[in-house]
């Protein structure tokens, strides 16, 4: 979790997260304004003239940031219809949790394996 949306909050997550050169989808915001300006291939979608997705040919893309406002939209909703109210000292946990299920959302059967495998049997 981020603590504001400044772009010097923003840059060195992007810069951690992100090899150079790569792409990076963002909305309008103002404090997206830069990442080309520091190694990255930029394009921005723009709501507020009703923009949601586009192909850049010059990225060979669709250009869109539908996806991430889905995660985002759906754990709301997961944290609201599921828990009266989370802390803030817990909400990174919560986050992951909802990570986890998000990304195994079209293969559930997966997810008990896969949690069973990181324990050990029993001896016994």
Known sequence: MVPNQRRTTLEPLVTAHVRIGGNVHTD??????S???????HARVNHGAM???YYDYRLAETVTVN???NFWRHLKCS?????T??????LNSYVKEFEYRFNRRN???AMLAELLSKFRPLNG
């Open 35 to 41: 990442p080309s300006n520091i190694g990255y291939r």
């Open 107 to 109: 293969r559930p059967e």
């Open 79 to 83: 944290i609201n219809g599921t828990h």
């Open 51 to 53: 923009e949601y997705a």
């Open 67 to 69: 996806g991430i406002e």
């Open 85 to 90: 109210s989370i802390s803030a000292k817990h």
């Open 28 to 33: 309008e915001l103002r404090s997206y304004a």
